[in-house]
């Protein structure tokens, strides 16, 4: 059982039902032995990872509560099992495994765990992203326990969809994965362009009175290319290449 819910009364609810419970508890709660509640938060030094003490009820038989010490302490309340020398798994900092003595109802415990314990083991150990950022407003620290809980339902699923898959379906995954490729934006080829001089359009009154003339601009394609340098001034110019400068830069050609 989740550590929210372990208790003492509810360990004796079940236990005349043929239910026998295993489970973390929080140490505040009412009866437990307060002997084997442990104040430090972290291990000692001089104390092995493994070192375990508990105490047996006098009243309800078979009830024990249990305090070992792995990197912090444990403390846990059971209705059944062994407190027999085992030994269990664990990883260290460096990522290697290795194995551990500790009684065997704790073996119990992590064989049969599931549920709750799972969800917070996944979502508080291994990709909490509520413990990596700290914030001083409690709202920003509930959303990101939300944010938690929704990696870890999705990994759950994911895990429990690719545990069903076949050696066949393996296959297939592994050849629709080799074909899939990312698309890389190519611009389509064009062709050579055909440079034909158009005169420009605009007309503007001459130097003698009734006469008129091309309005004279400076060169589109010098102003574009050659941005540092003034073109000189024509009265015609390349559609062609306007069209083709303006595609590339995106500038727009007045």
Known sequence: MDRYYTSVPFAMHLLPRGFYSIGTVVTHRLGLCKA??????????????????????????????????????????????????????????????????????????????????????????????????????????????????????????????????????????????????TPTKRRAPQGPVEHKPVLTDEMRKGNKEGSMKRRTRACKVCTVLKQKISGGDTSSYCSGCVEKIQVVTGLPML
């Open 36 to 181: 084997v509640v442990e104040k430090k938060k972290k291990r000692p030094a001089d104390t092995e990872r493994g070192t375990f003490t508990f105490s047996e009820s006098t009243l309800v038989a078979n009830m024990k509560m249990i305090h070992l010490w792995d990197n912090r302490p444990v403390h846990m309340l059971c209705t059944g099992g062994s407190i027999e020398l085992d030994r269990v798994v664990r990883r260290e900092k460096s990522g290697e495994k290795v194995e551990v003595a500790c009684p065997k109802v704790l073996k119990n415990y992590q064989t049969y765990m599931g549920g709750v314990d799972v969800h917070d083991q996944l979502r508080l150990q291994r990709y909490s992203v509520q413990l990596a950022v700290r914030y001083k407003k409690y709202y920003k620290r509930l959303f990101l326990g939300f944010v938690d809980l929704a990696i870890a339902n999705a990994f759950i699923c994911l895990h429990l969809e690719l545990c069903q898959l076949e050696e066949c379906d393996w296959e297939i995954v592994r050849r629709s994965q080799g074909l899939q490729g």
